[in-house]
């Protein structure tokens, strides 16, 4: 959320409101909302008050402890609802039913608030943005596509599968992940034994020697120092700058810019493909299915960047809704992004030429799907040669750390 300062007249006299928003039309939205008699005339980005920022901070800190609803329990409700609304029933009805019945103590919370929402008179989607971090962003694009084609049913049953999917990967990488994970446990554990029990035993007849230490030795001595008189506060200050961290980047744009920015650097292999990847899989996905729905190109892109969590990505792609507003073709708007391959824009633009557009980025769609689950499931043996490089590393630090002055001292006795 945005702290915006707004400026507003009523009865002759100008005064200025500050409120928090999603951007300035949210903000001015949400003036005339709360303060009905008065004229709205700007709203500008402010830096918000110093007690403000702690009071965020704080709140953040407690988000990060709140518990996450599992994605099972999600993608049933998801699927509930795509059920029951093309069974006939009323979304109002539909989210009251779930809100009643679940035994998730989150969703029933949630549910029951958008019901009420709508009620109120706001739209489903405008109900369900409050909750887009623990949905995602392309539950709300996938919302506002029922809502502009009239078909919540088939766009929840399209986000249900989406959902399973995304489920599925995430299984598939914790499994992945699950042997390099304990393998890199079981190293750090066993280092750091070797430096707080071993080294200290050494470090007495380190320092009786005569002869200089070798760089290893004295990397091995300086992390006992550092782990013995600082270990708990390199704990404590390792775990508040990474919770400073996620507020940050949850608050801050430009801090999220950067972050986002230097993930999808090519440098960063691994974490690169897994971003880039899944983002431009969801992005095409939202983008394919709202121009199959007949909603209008331009249109269809601002709903499908808008549901990019990557703000670099979501940059690049901004520029392609501004490039066709000036009468440039699609494929060659994406084209100036860097982002597409070209064999991928020849398709699109072939699809341009000749009226099956969808049907093209049907094809893109499921590209970029594919892409993403080669990855997944070639990730252990991506990571295999990191996790051998770095256990190569520690074991030779030790060893050279250790027994290189003992050589030392050989070689000074048979002197």
């Not at 887009?132 to 596509?145: I, K, N, P, Q, W």
């Not at 020697?209 to 120092?225: A, F, G, H, K, M």
């Not at 969808?358 to 594919?370: E, G």
Request: glycine share 6%; hydrophobic share 45%.
């Amino acid at each position: 959320m945005i702290y915006f300062n707004v400026t507003v007249t009523e009865r002759g006299k100008k005064r200025i409101e500050s409120l928090y928003a999603e951007n300035k039309r949210d903000a001015i939205a949400t003036a005339k909302t709360n303060f009905p008699k008065a004229l709205v005339i700007k709203a500008v980005e402010g830096d918000a008050p110093l007690e403000d920022k702690f009071a965020k901070l704080l709140e953040g800190f407690k988000k990060g402890t709140k518990a996450t609803i599992p994605i099972k329990d999600k993608i049933a409700a998801i699927s509930q609802i795509a059920v029951m609304t093309d069974a006939g029933i009323g979304i109002n009805d539909a989210l009251f039913e779930i809100s009643e019945n679940t035994d998730n103590k989150e969703l029933r919370e949630m549910f029951a608030s958008m019901a009420a929402d709508l009620n109120a008179g706001k739209s489903l989607s405008a109900a369900f943005k409050p909750y887009s971090d623990d949905f995602g962003s392309v539950a709300v694009a996938m919302t506002e596509l029922g809502e502009k084609t009239g078909n919540i049913s088939e766009s929840y049953k399209t986000l249900a599968e989406i959902m399973e999917n995304q489920r599925d990967n995430t299984a598939k990488f914790k499994k992945a992940m699950k042997g390099p994970r304990n393998t890199l446990i079981a190293m750090a554990i066993a280092f750091t034994v070797m430096i707080t029990v071993v080294v200290p035993k050494f470090k007495g007849i380190f320092e009786k020697l005569e002869v200089d230490l070798p760089v290893p030795t004295l990397i091995l001595l300086w992390l006992e120092n550092a782990l013995s008189t600082y270990g708990m506060y390199i704990l404590v200050g390792g775990i508040v700058l990474l919770k400073t961290s996620q507020y940050f980047y949850k608050h801050s744009k430009e801090y999220k810019f950067q972050v986002d920015t230097i993930a999808i650097h090519p440098k960063f292999y691994l974490i690169h493909d897994a971003i880039f990847f899944s983002s431009m899989y969801s992005y095409n996905l939202v983008f394919t299915e709202l121009v199959r729905a007949g909603i209008p190109v331009a249109e269809a892109l601002e709903t499908a960047v808008n549901m990019l969590d990557n703000s670099a990505i979501k940059k690049k792609l901004l520029t392609v809704n501004a490039n066709i507003s000036r009468g440039m073709g699609l494929s060659e708007a994406l084209e100036l992004t860097g982002i597409y391959e070209n064999m991928l824009l020849q398709m699109i633009k072939a699809g341009e030429k000749g009226g099956q557009l969808d049907a093209m980025l049907d094809k893109v769609t499921f590209y970029y799907k594919q892409k993403f689950a080669d990855f997944i499931d070639n990730l252990s043996s991506a990571i295999e040669p990191i996790m051998m490089f770095f256990i190569a590393c520690l074991v030779l630090l030790m060893a050279l750390g250790i027994f290189l002055p003992m050589w030392g001292m050989g070689d000074a006795v048979n002197h």
